[in-house]
């Protein structure tokens, strides 16, 4: 039985994991490794140091819970044991449903649990891209940033898209995570043609040349048939090498229930690619040393500048049409000359982009602990809403 928490207890919702067995037909703790494993472990860590019962636990567990405990994993020992604990005061939701199906199970299953005892959801979640979309460009501060971003209808609204940026389009998945699915649309400059380079659904890379045009809506309708997909301009989003480039701004609920500025940092992705998420081979680096090398002192600042006051408004726009939200990875482009393009909004931000900016990474980790013992206390903000509910749920980009 775990000891009493003076600060609330936590439940952290993970993706369920079958776990492989040792050898002897049992599973040793020493061998589970959790989603999200190493940032579980610093969660469960900093939990102990401010007297917060932390735990992970799956959705199957949630639905199974009696009126007064659940079962679920704790970190004793440098290891996940499975054991049985108090309903928590507070869930940080961190599942990354593969499917609408599986989303459906796990909202089901946080349903079961708040109604065995009603909970603090400590991050909310955010509709499709599109929805996002809308709701940022109601703010006349923000509307700057955003490139142009449209419903994907047809091979017709394409034809006309090409017209008026002929430099190409960039399509993308509404609920997409982790580059999947993002295609990059360009005219051929030496032939009557079309190029189509991108990422198929399992993130692996595609390259596809398209002598006509009934050719390619072909293949388009087929690929882009299963999700409602997205269309933009193709930016030039490039450092001075040709790879794909751009900044990862993290914003954070603090102890005190205020947005806070956590920290930035590049993604670049391998040349030739269209993407510079880190699944889809790209790499981090701080922003800050980075954006001085390419851009010097005085304008790598202005950047960061704008970055830091656009993820502020983003955070306070979105949480109002939206409902209380903890966290907010924000995806921003940058053009050679420094133009910067707010690109996407994420409720469930992963921490890989900060693992070189050793503050950052730690504030990542604490921040959301300290935003739970807040609402573990029952001093929870009330903002208002304008909540909109949709089918596709955006999922974590690290």
Not at 225 to 232: G, H, K, S
Not at 307 to 328: M, P, Y
């Amino acid at each position: 039985m775990a000891e009493p928490a003076r600060s609330g207890i936590l439940g952290i919702l993970i993706s369920e994991r079958q776990f492989e067995d040792s050898g002897d037909g049992k599973s040793e703790g020493s061998s589970l490794v959790m989603p999200e494993d190493e940032f579980c472990r610093r969660l469960c860590a900093y939990g102990h140091t401010i007297g917060m019962l932390v735990f992970l636990f799956f959705a199957s567990q949630a639905a199974a819970a009696s009126s007064h405990r659940m079962r679920g994993y704790r970190l004793r020992n440098g290891r996940w044991l499975e054991a049985s604990f108090p309903l928590p005061d507070v869930v940080y939701d961190r599942a990354m449903p593969a499917s609408g199906a599986q989303a459906a199970r796990f909202r089901e299953a946080l349903s079961t649990l708040k109604r065995r005892k009603p909970y603090a959801l400590l991050n909310g979640s955010l509709p499709g891209k599109l929805d996002v979309y809308r709701a940022m460009q109601l703010d006349d501060a923000l509307l700057p940033e955003l490139p142009d971003t449209r419903l994907l209808e047809g091979a017709q609204q394409l034809s006309r898209l090409l017209d008026r940026y002929p430099a190409g389009l960039f399509l993308k998945p509404s609920a997409g995570s982790h580059g999947k699915g993002a295609l990059r649309l360009l005219r051929n400059q030496d032939s009557d043609g079309w190029q189509l380079d991108g990422r198929d659904r399992l993130n692996r890379p595609l390259s596809l040349r398209f002598k006509g045009w009934n050719a390619l809506s072909g293949w388009l309708e087929r690929f882009t048939a299963a999700v409602p997909y997205l269309v933009q301009p193709c930016l030039n989003l490039t450092d001075e090498e040709d790879r794909p480039f751009d900044v990862r701004a993290l914003i954070q609920k603090d102890e005190r229930g205020r947005w806070a500025f956590t920290g930035a940092a590049v993604r670049r992705g391998n040349r030739g690619s269209v993407t510079s998420n880190l699944h889809g081979g790209g790499t981090a680096l701080k922003a800050e040393d980075v954006l001085r090398a390419r851009f010097g002192d005085e304008v790598s600042a202005k950047v960061l500048d704008r970055v830091r006051s656009a993820s502020e408004r983003s955070a306070v726009c979105l949480e109002q049409h939206f409902g209380r939200l903890a966290e907010l990875g924000l995806d921003y482009g940058l053009e050679p000359h420094g133009r910067l393009w707010l690109l996407e909004a994420n409720a469930k931000p992963g921490r890989q982009s900060f693992d070189g900016d050793h503050a950052a990474a730690g504030t990542a980790v604490r921040r959301p602990l300290d935003y739970a013992k807040l609402l573990a206390a029952g001093q929870r903000p009330v903002f208002p809403s304008t909540r909109i509910q949709r089918r596709y749920i955006q999922e974590v980009h690290p």
